[in-house]
């Protein structure tokens, strides 16, 4: 009779973390998918960047498309190649990945996972590492990088600011297949 109390007890406790727990997934799903604070207006959106954690990934929304903006840890900047670099948006000494958060094979919307530090899409298998270049088939380009200005911490999605146009002009954008590694 004591043991089976006590089996009682302990199942309570560990339902009780079990809960806890899913809780906790729940709580991280969410804030990775929480927006940062911004205002959308006649096919611009301007985003606040000074609030954003280092690997949670924020989704915005531009002309009725997700937008990723996923802020990137000194770290990873540190491993990053040429390519990856290259398409990054900096500001200040921050760096962030700014893309269009849709799948360049048929348009299904990718998962970030923040411990491999990179993209799934569920639809069909493909896969993007941290700076959204396609590294397994079936994608066949990089996720778009839209048109932005930074202003101070704020990032303008719409408008072609100098970093984009030299993005453009190095042809890193996502219209071109990318090598991750060079
Ligand atoms: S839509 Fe992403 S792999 Fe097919």
Known sequence: MADNSRRDFMGKVFGGWAALGGLGALYAAKKSWDPLPSVKAAGFTKVDLSSAEPNV?????????????LKKTPEIVAKQSKNETARDVVVGKDHFLVCIGLCTHLGCIPAYEANKEMFKCACHGAEYDVSAINTKAPAPLPMLIPPFRVDGTTLIIGEEGEQYKKMKAAGVLGKKPLNPKA
């Open 57 to 69: 990934l924020n989704v915005e929304k531009w002309r009725g498309k997700p937008v990723f903006i």
